[in-house]
């Protein structure tokens, strides 16, 4: 598939496609493809090509000049995007920074906060891992927990992050907290940074479905950090990680749905293989219609979404119809391609190198959980789109 991005982006888009010809070679072109949210594939070749990212200046492209970006707008971003995921270049080890923390730095942070960490963001000196999630709060981050109460010039901080993704290796965590012990809900939280280093972090390696170590369970325990290390407003944390998460939502748009067309393609090829063998029998036949179909109506909502941002426009409660209709269709696609794959698809277990297809449907069932589940997903769209009365809260 081709985009028009109009005139204006035609020179940075060929610069673009030149450095990618030039740079995605020999292992890093043998890695095409590899990794994703929820997949630690091929961590240190991903982490090497973060680095040549970083050195050719194609980290940040957005991000103001004076903290290391290029200072260049929305529409360069979205091009780079989409001619990344064209060239199915590995997926960024250090996305969780890249796509979450940063933006937020430069959106709400101090200008301490952003001259400390977005540079070493940039260069890819320091690893981040994000805390929201709590064994009894996944997707309802209004009932985090976790504690922080300060001490002189510090905060000290009690709890347990669970799922965090890649936490065994980060550097700093970005931790929501409850800062007012008397709060309920949203209200009372801040959102804290957090160093890994330090005596009272102990962090636990979580195996994901795939046999992948990806994430991780992360104990706080009169664990410190400065009191200015706060982003936004103390007790405004909740305004902060919603902020976040709609960062998560809109940067992840273009490659998810590219990758996703790669893999309905795969599955149309499969799927005419089993025709010409007469093996594709009506039912599935008309499930792999509906599985394209679905890739295809991906793509519309996700230009209408883009063209919005484009036009300075916030999306709103669109782009949590994109969000529950990309993970719970990549999850049909997923286990549709495990069918057509036959009783090979079904064989797991321990010894057993899973393929790509195996691989896709297993990691796409926490596409439905993180970055808000596919039920709070529902319950937005039905409260803010269709007019619904509003579940009863507690």
């Known amino acids: 598939m081709e985009l028009d991005f109009g005139p204006e982006a035609e020179g940075f888009r060929a610069e673009v496609r030149d450095w990618l010809d030039g740079h995605l070679v020999g292992e890093f072109a043998e890695h095409r493809g590899v990794g994703g949210p929820t997949d630690a594939e091929a961590w240190e070749v991903r982490l090497a090509w973060d680095r040549e990212l970083a050195a050719g200046g194609w980290l940040g ?4 000049k004076e903290y290391g970006g290029r200072g260049l707008g ?3 971003e979205i091009v780079f995007n989409y001619e990344y995921a064209r060239a199915a270049a590995p997926y960024r ?3 969780s920074a890249l796509d979450l923390l940063g933006p937020m730095l430069v959106a709400m942070g101090s200008e301490a906060q952003k001259r400390r960490f977005l540079p070493r963001i940039l260069d890819v000196s320091e690893l981040w891992g994000q805390g929201f999630s709590e064994p009894g709060a996944g997707s309802d981050l ?8 300060r001490d002189g010039e510090d905060w000290v901080i009690n709890g347990q992050k669970v799922w965090t993704t890649m936490g065994h290796v980060a550097d700093w965590l970005y931790v929501l907290v409850r800062t007012d012990p008397d709060s309920q809900r949203h209200k009372g939280l801040s959102m804290l940074l957090v160093p890994t280093d330090q005596p009272g972090v102990e962090v636990r390696t979580i195996r994901n479905l795939a046999g992948q170590d990806e994430f991780a369970e992360v104990f706080l325990t009169d664990a410190r950090t400065r009191a200015d290390l706060v982003v936004g407003e103390v007790g405004q944390g909740w305004r902060t990680a919603m902020g976040t998460l709609g960062i998560e939502r809109g940067a992840t748009l273009l490659p998810q749905q590219l990758t996703f067309e790669r893999e309905a393609e ?11 063998a007469g093996q594709l ?20 909502t996700n230009l209408r979404t ?10 709103g409660p669109q782009s949590h119809i994109a969000k529950l209709y990309a993970s719970t269709g990549h999850v049909r696609l997923g286990h549709l391609a495990s069918e057509l794959a036959g009783p090979a698809g079904q064989i797991t277990g321990s010894g057993y190198a899973l393929d790509t297809r195996q691989r896709t449907f297993l990691l796409s069932l926490a596409e439905t959980i993180y970055g808000g589940a596919s039920q709070v997903q529902r319950n937005i ?11 009863p809260r507690p």
Do not use: H, N
């Open 93 to 95: 080890a250090t996305c």
């Open 142 to 149: 209004a009932s985090v927990r976790t504690r922080a109460e």
């Open 381 to 391: 769209i039905g409260e803010q789109v269709l007019g619904l009365p509003r579940e």
């Open 61 to 64: 492209i957005s991000w103001p």
């Open 306 to 315: 883009i063209g919005e941002l484009l036009a300075g426009r916030d999306p």
């Open 281 to 300: 029998d009506p039912e599935l036949r008309a499930r792999v219609v509906q599985a394209w179909t679905s890739v295809r109506i991906m793509r519309t």
């Open 74 to 76: 929305l529409l360069e």
């Open 266 to 276: 795969a599955l149309l090829a499969a799927a005419r293989a089993k025709a010409e």
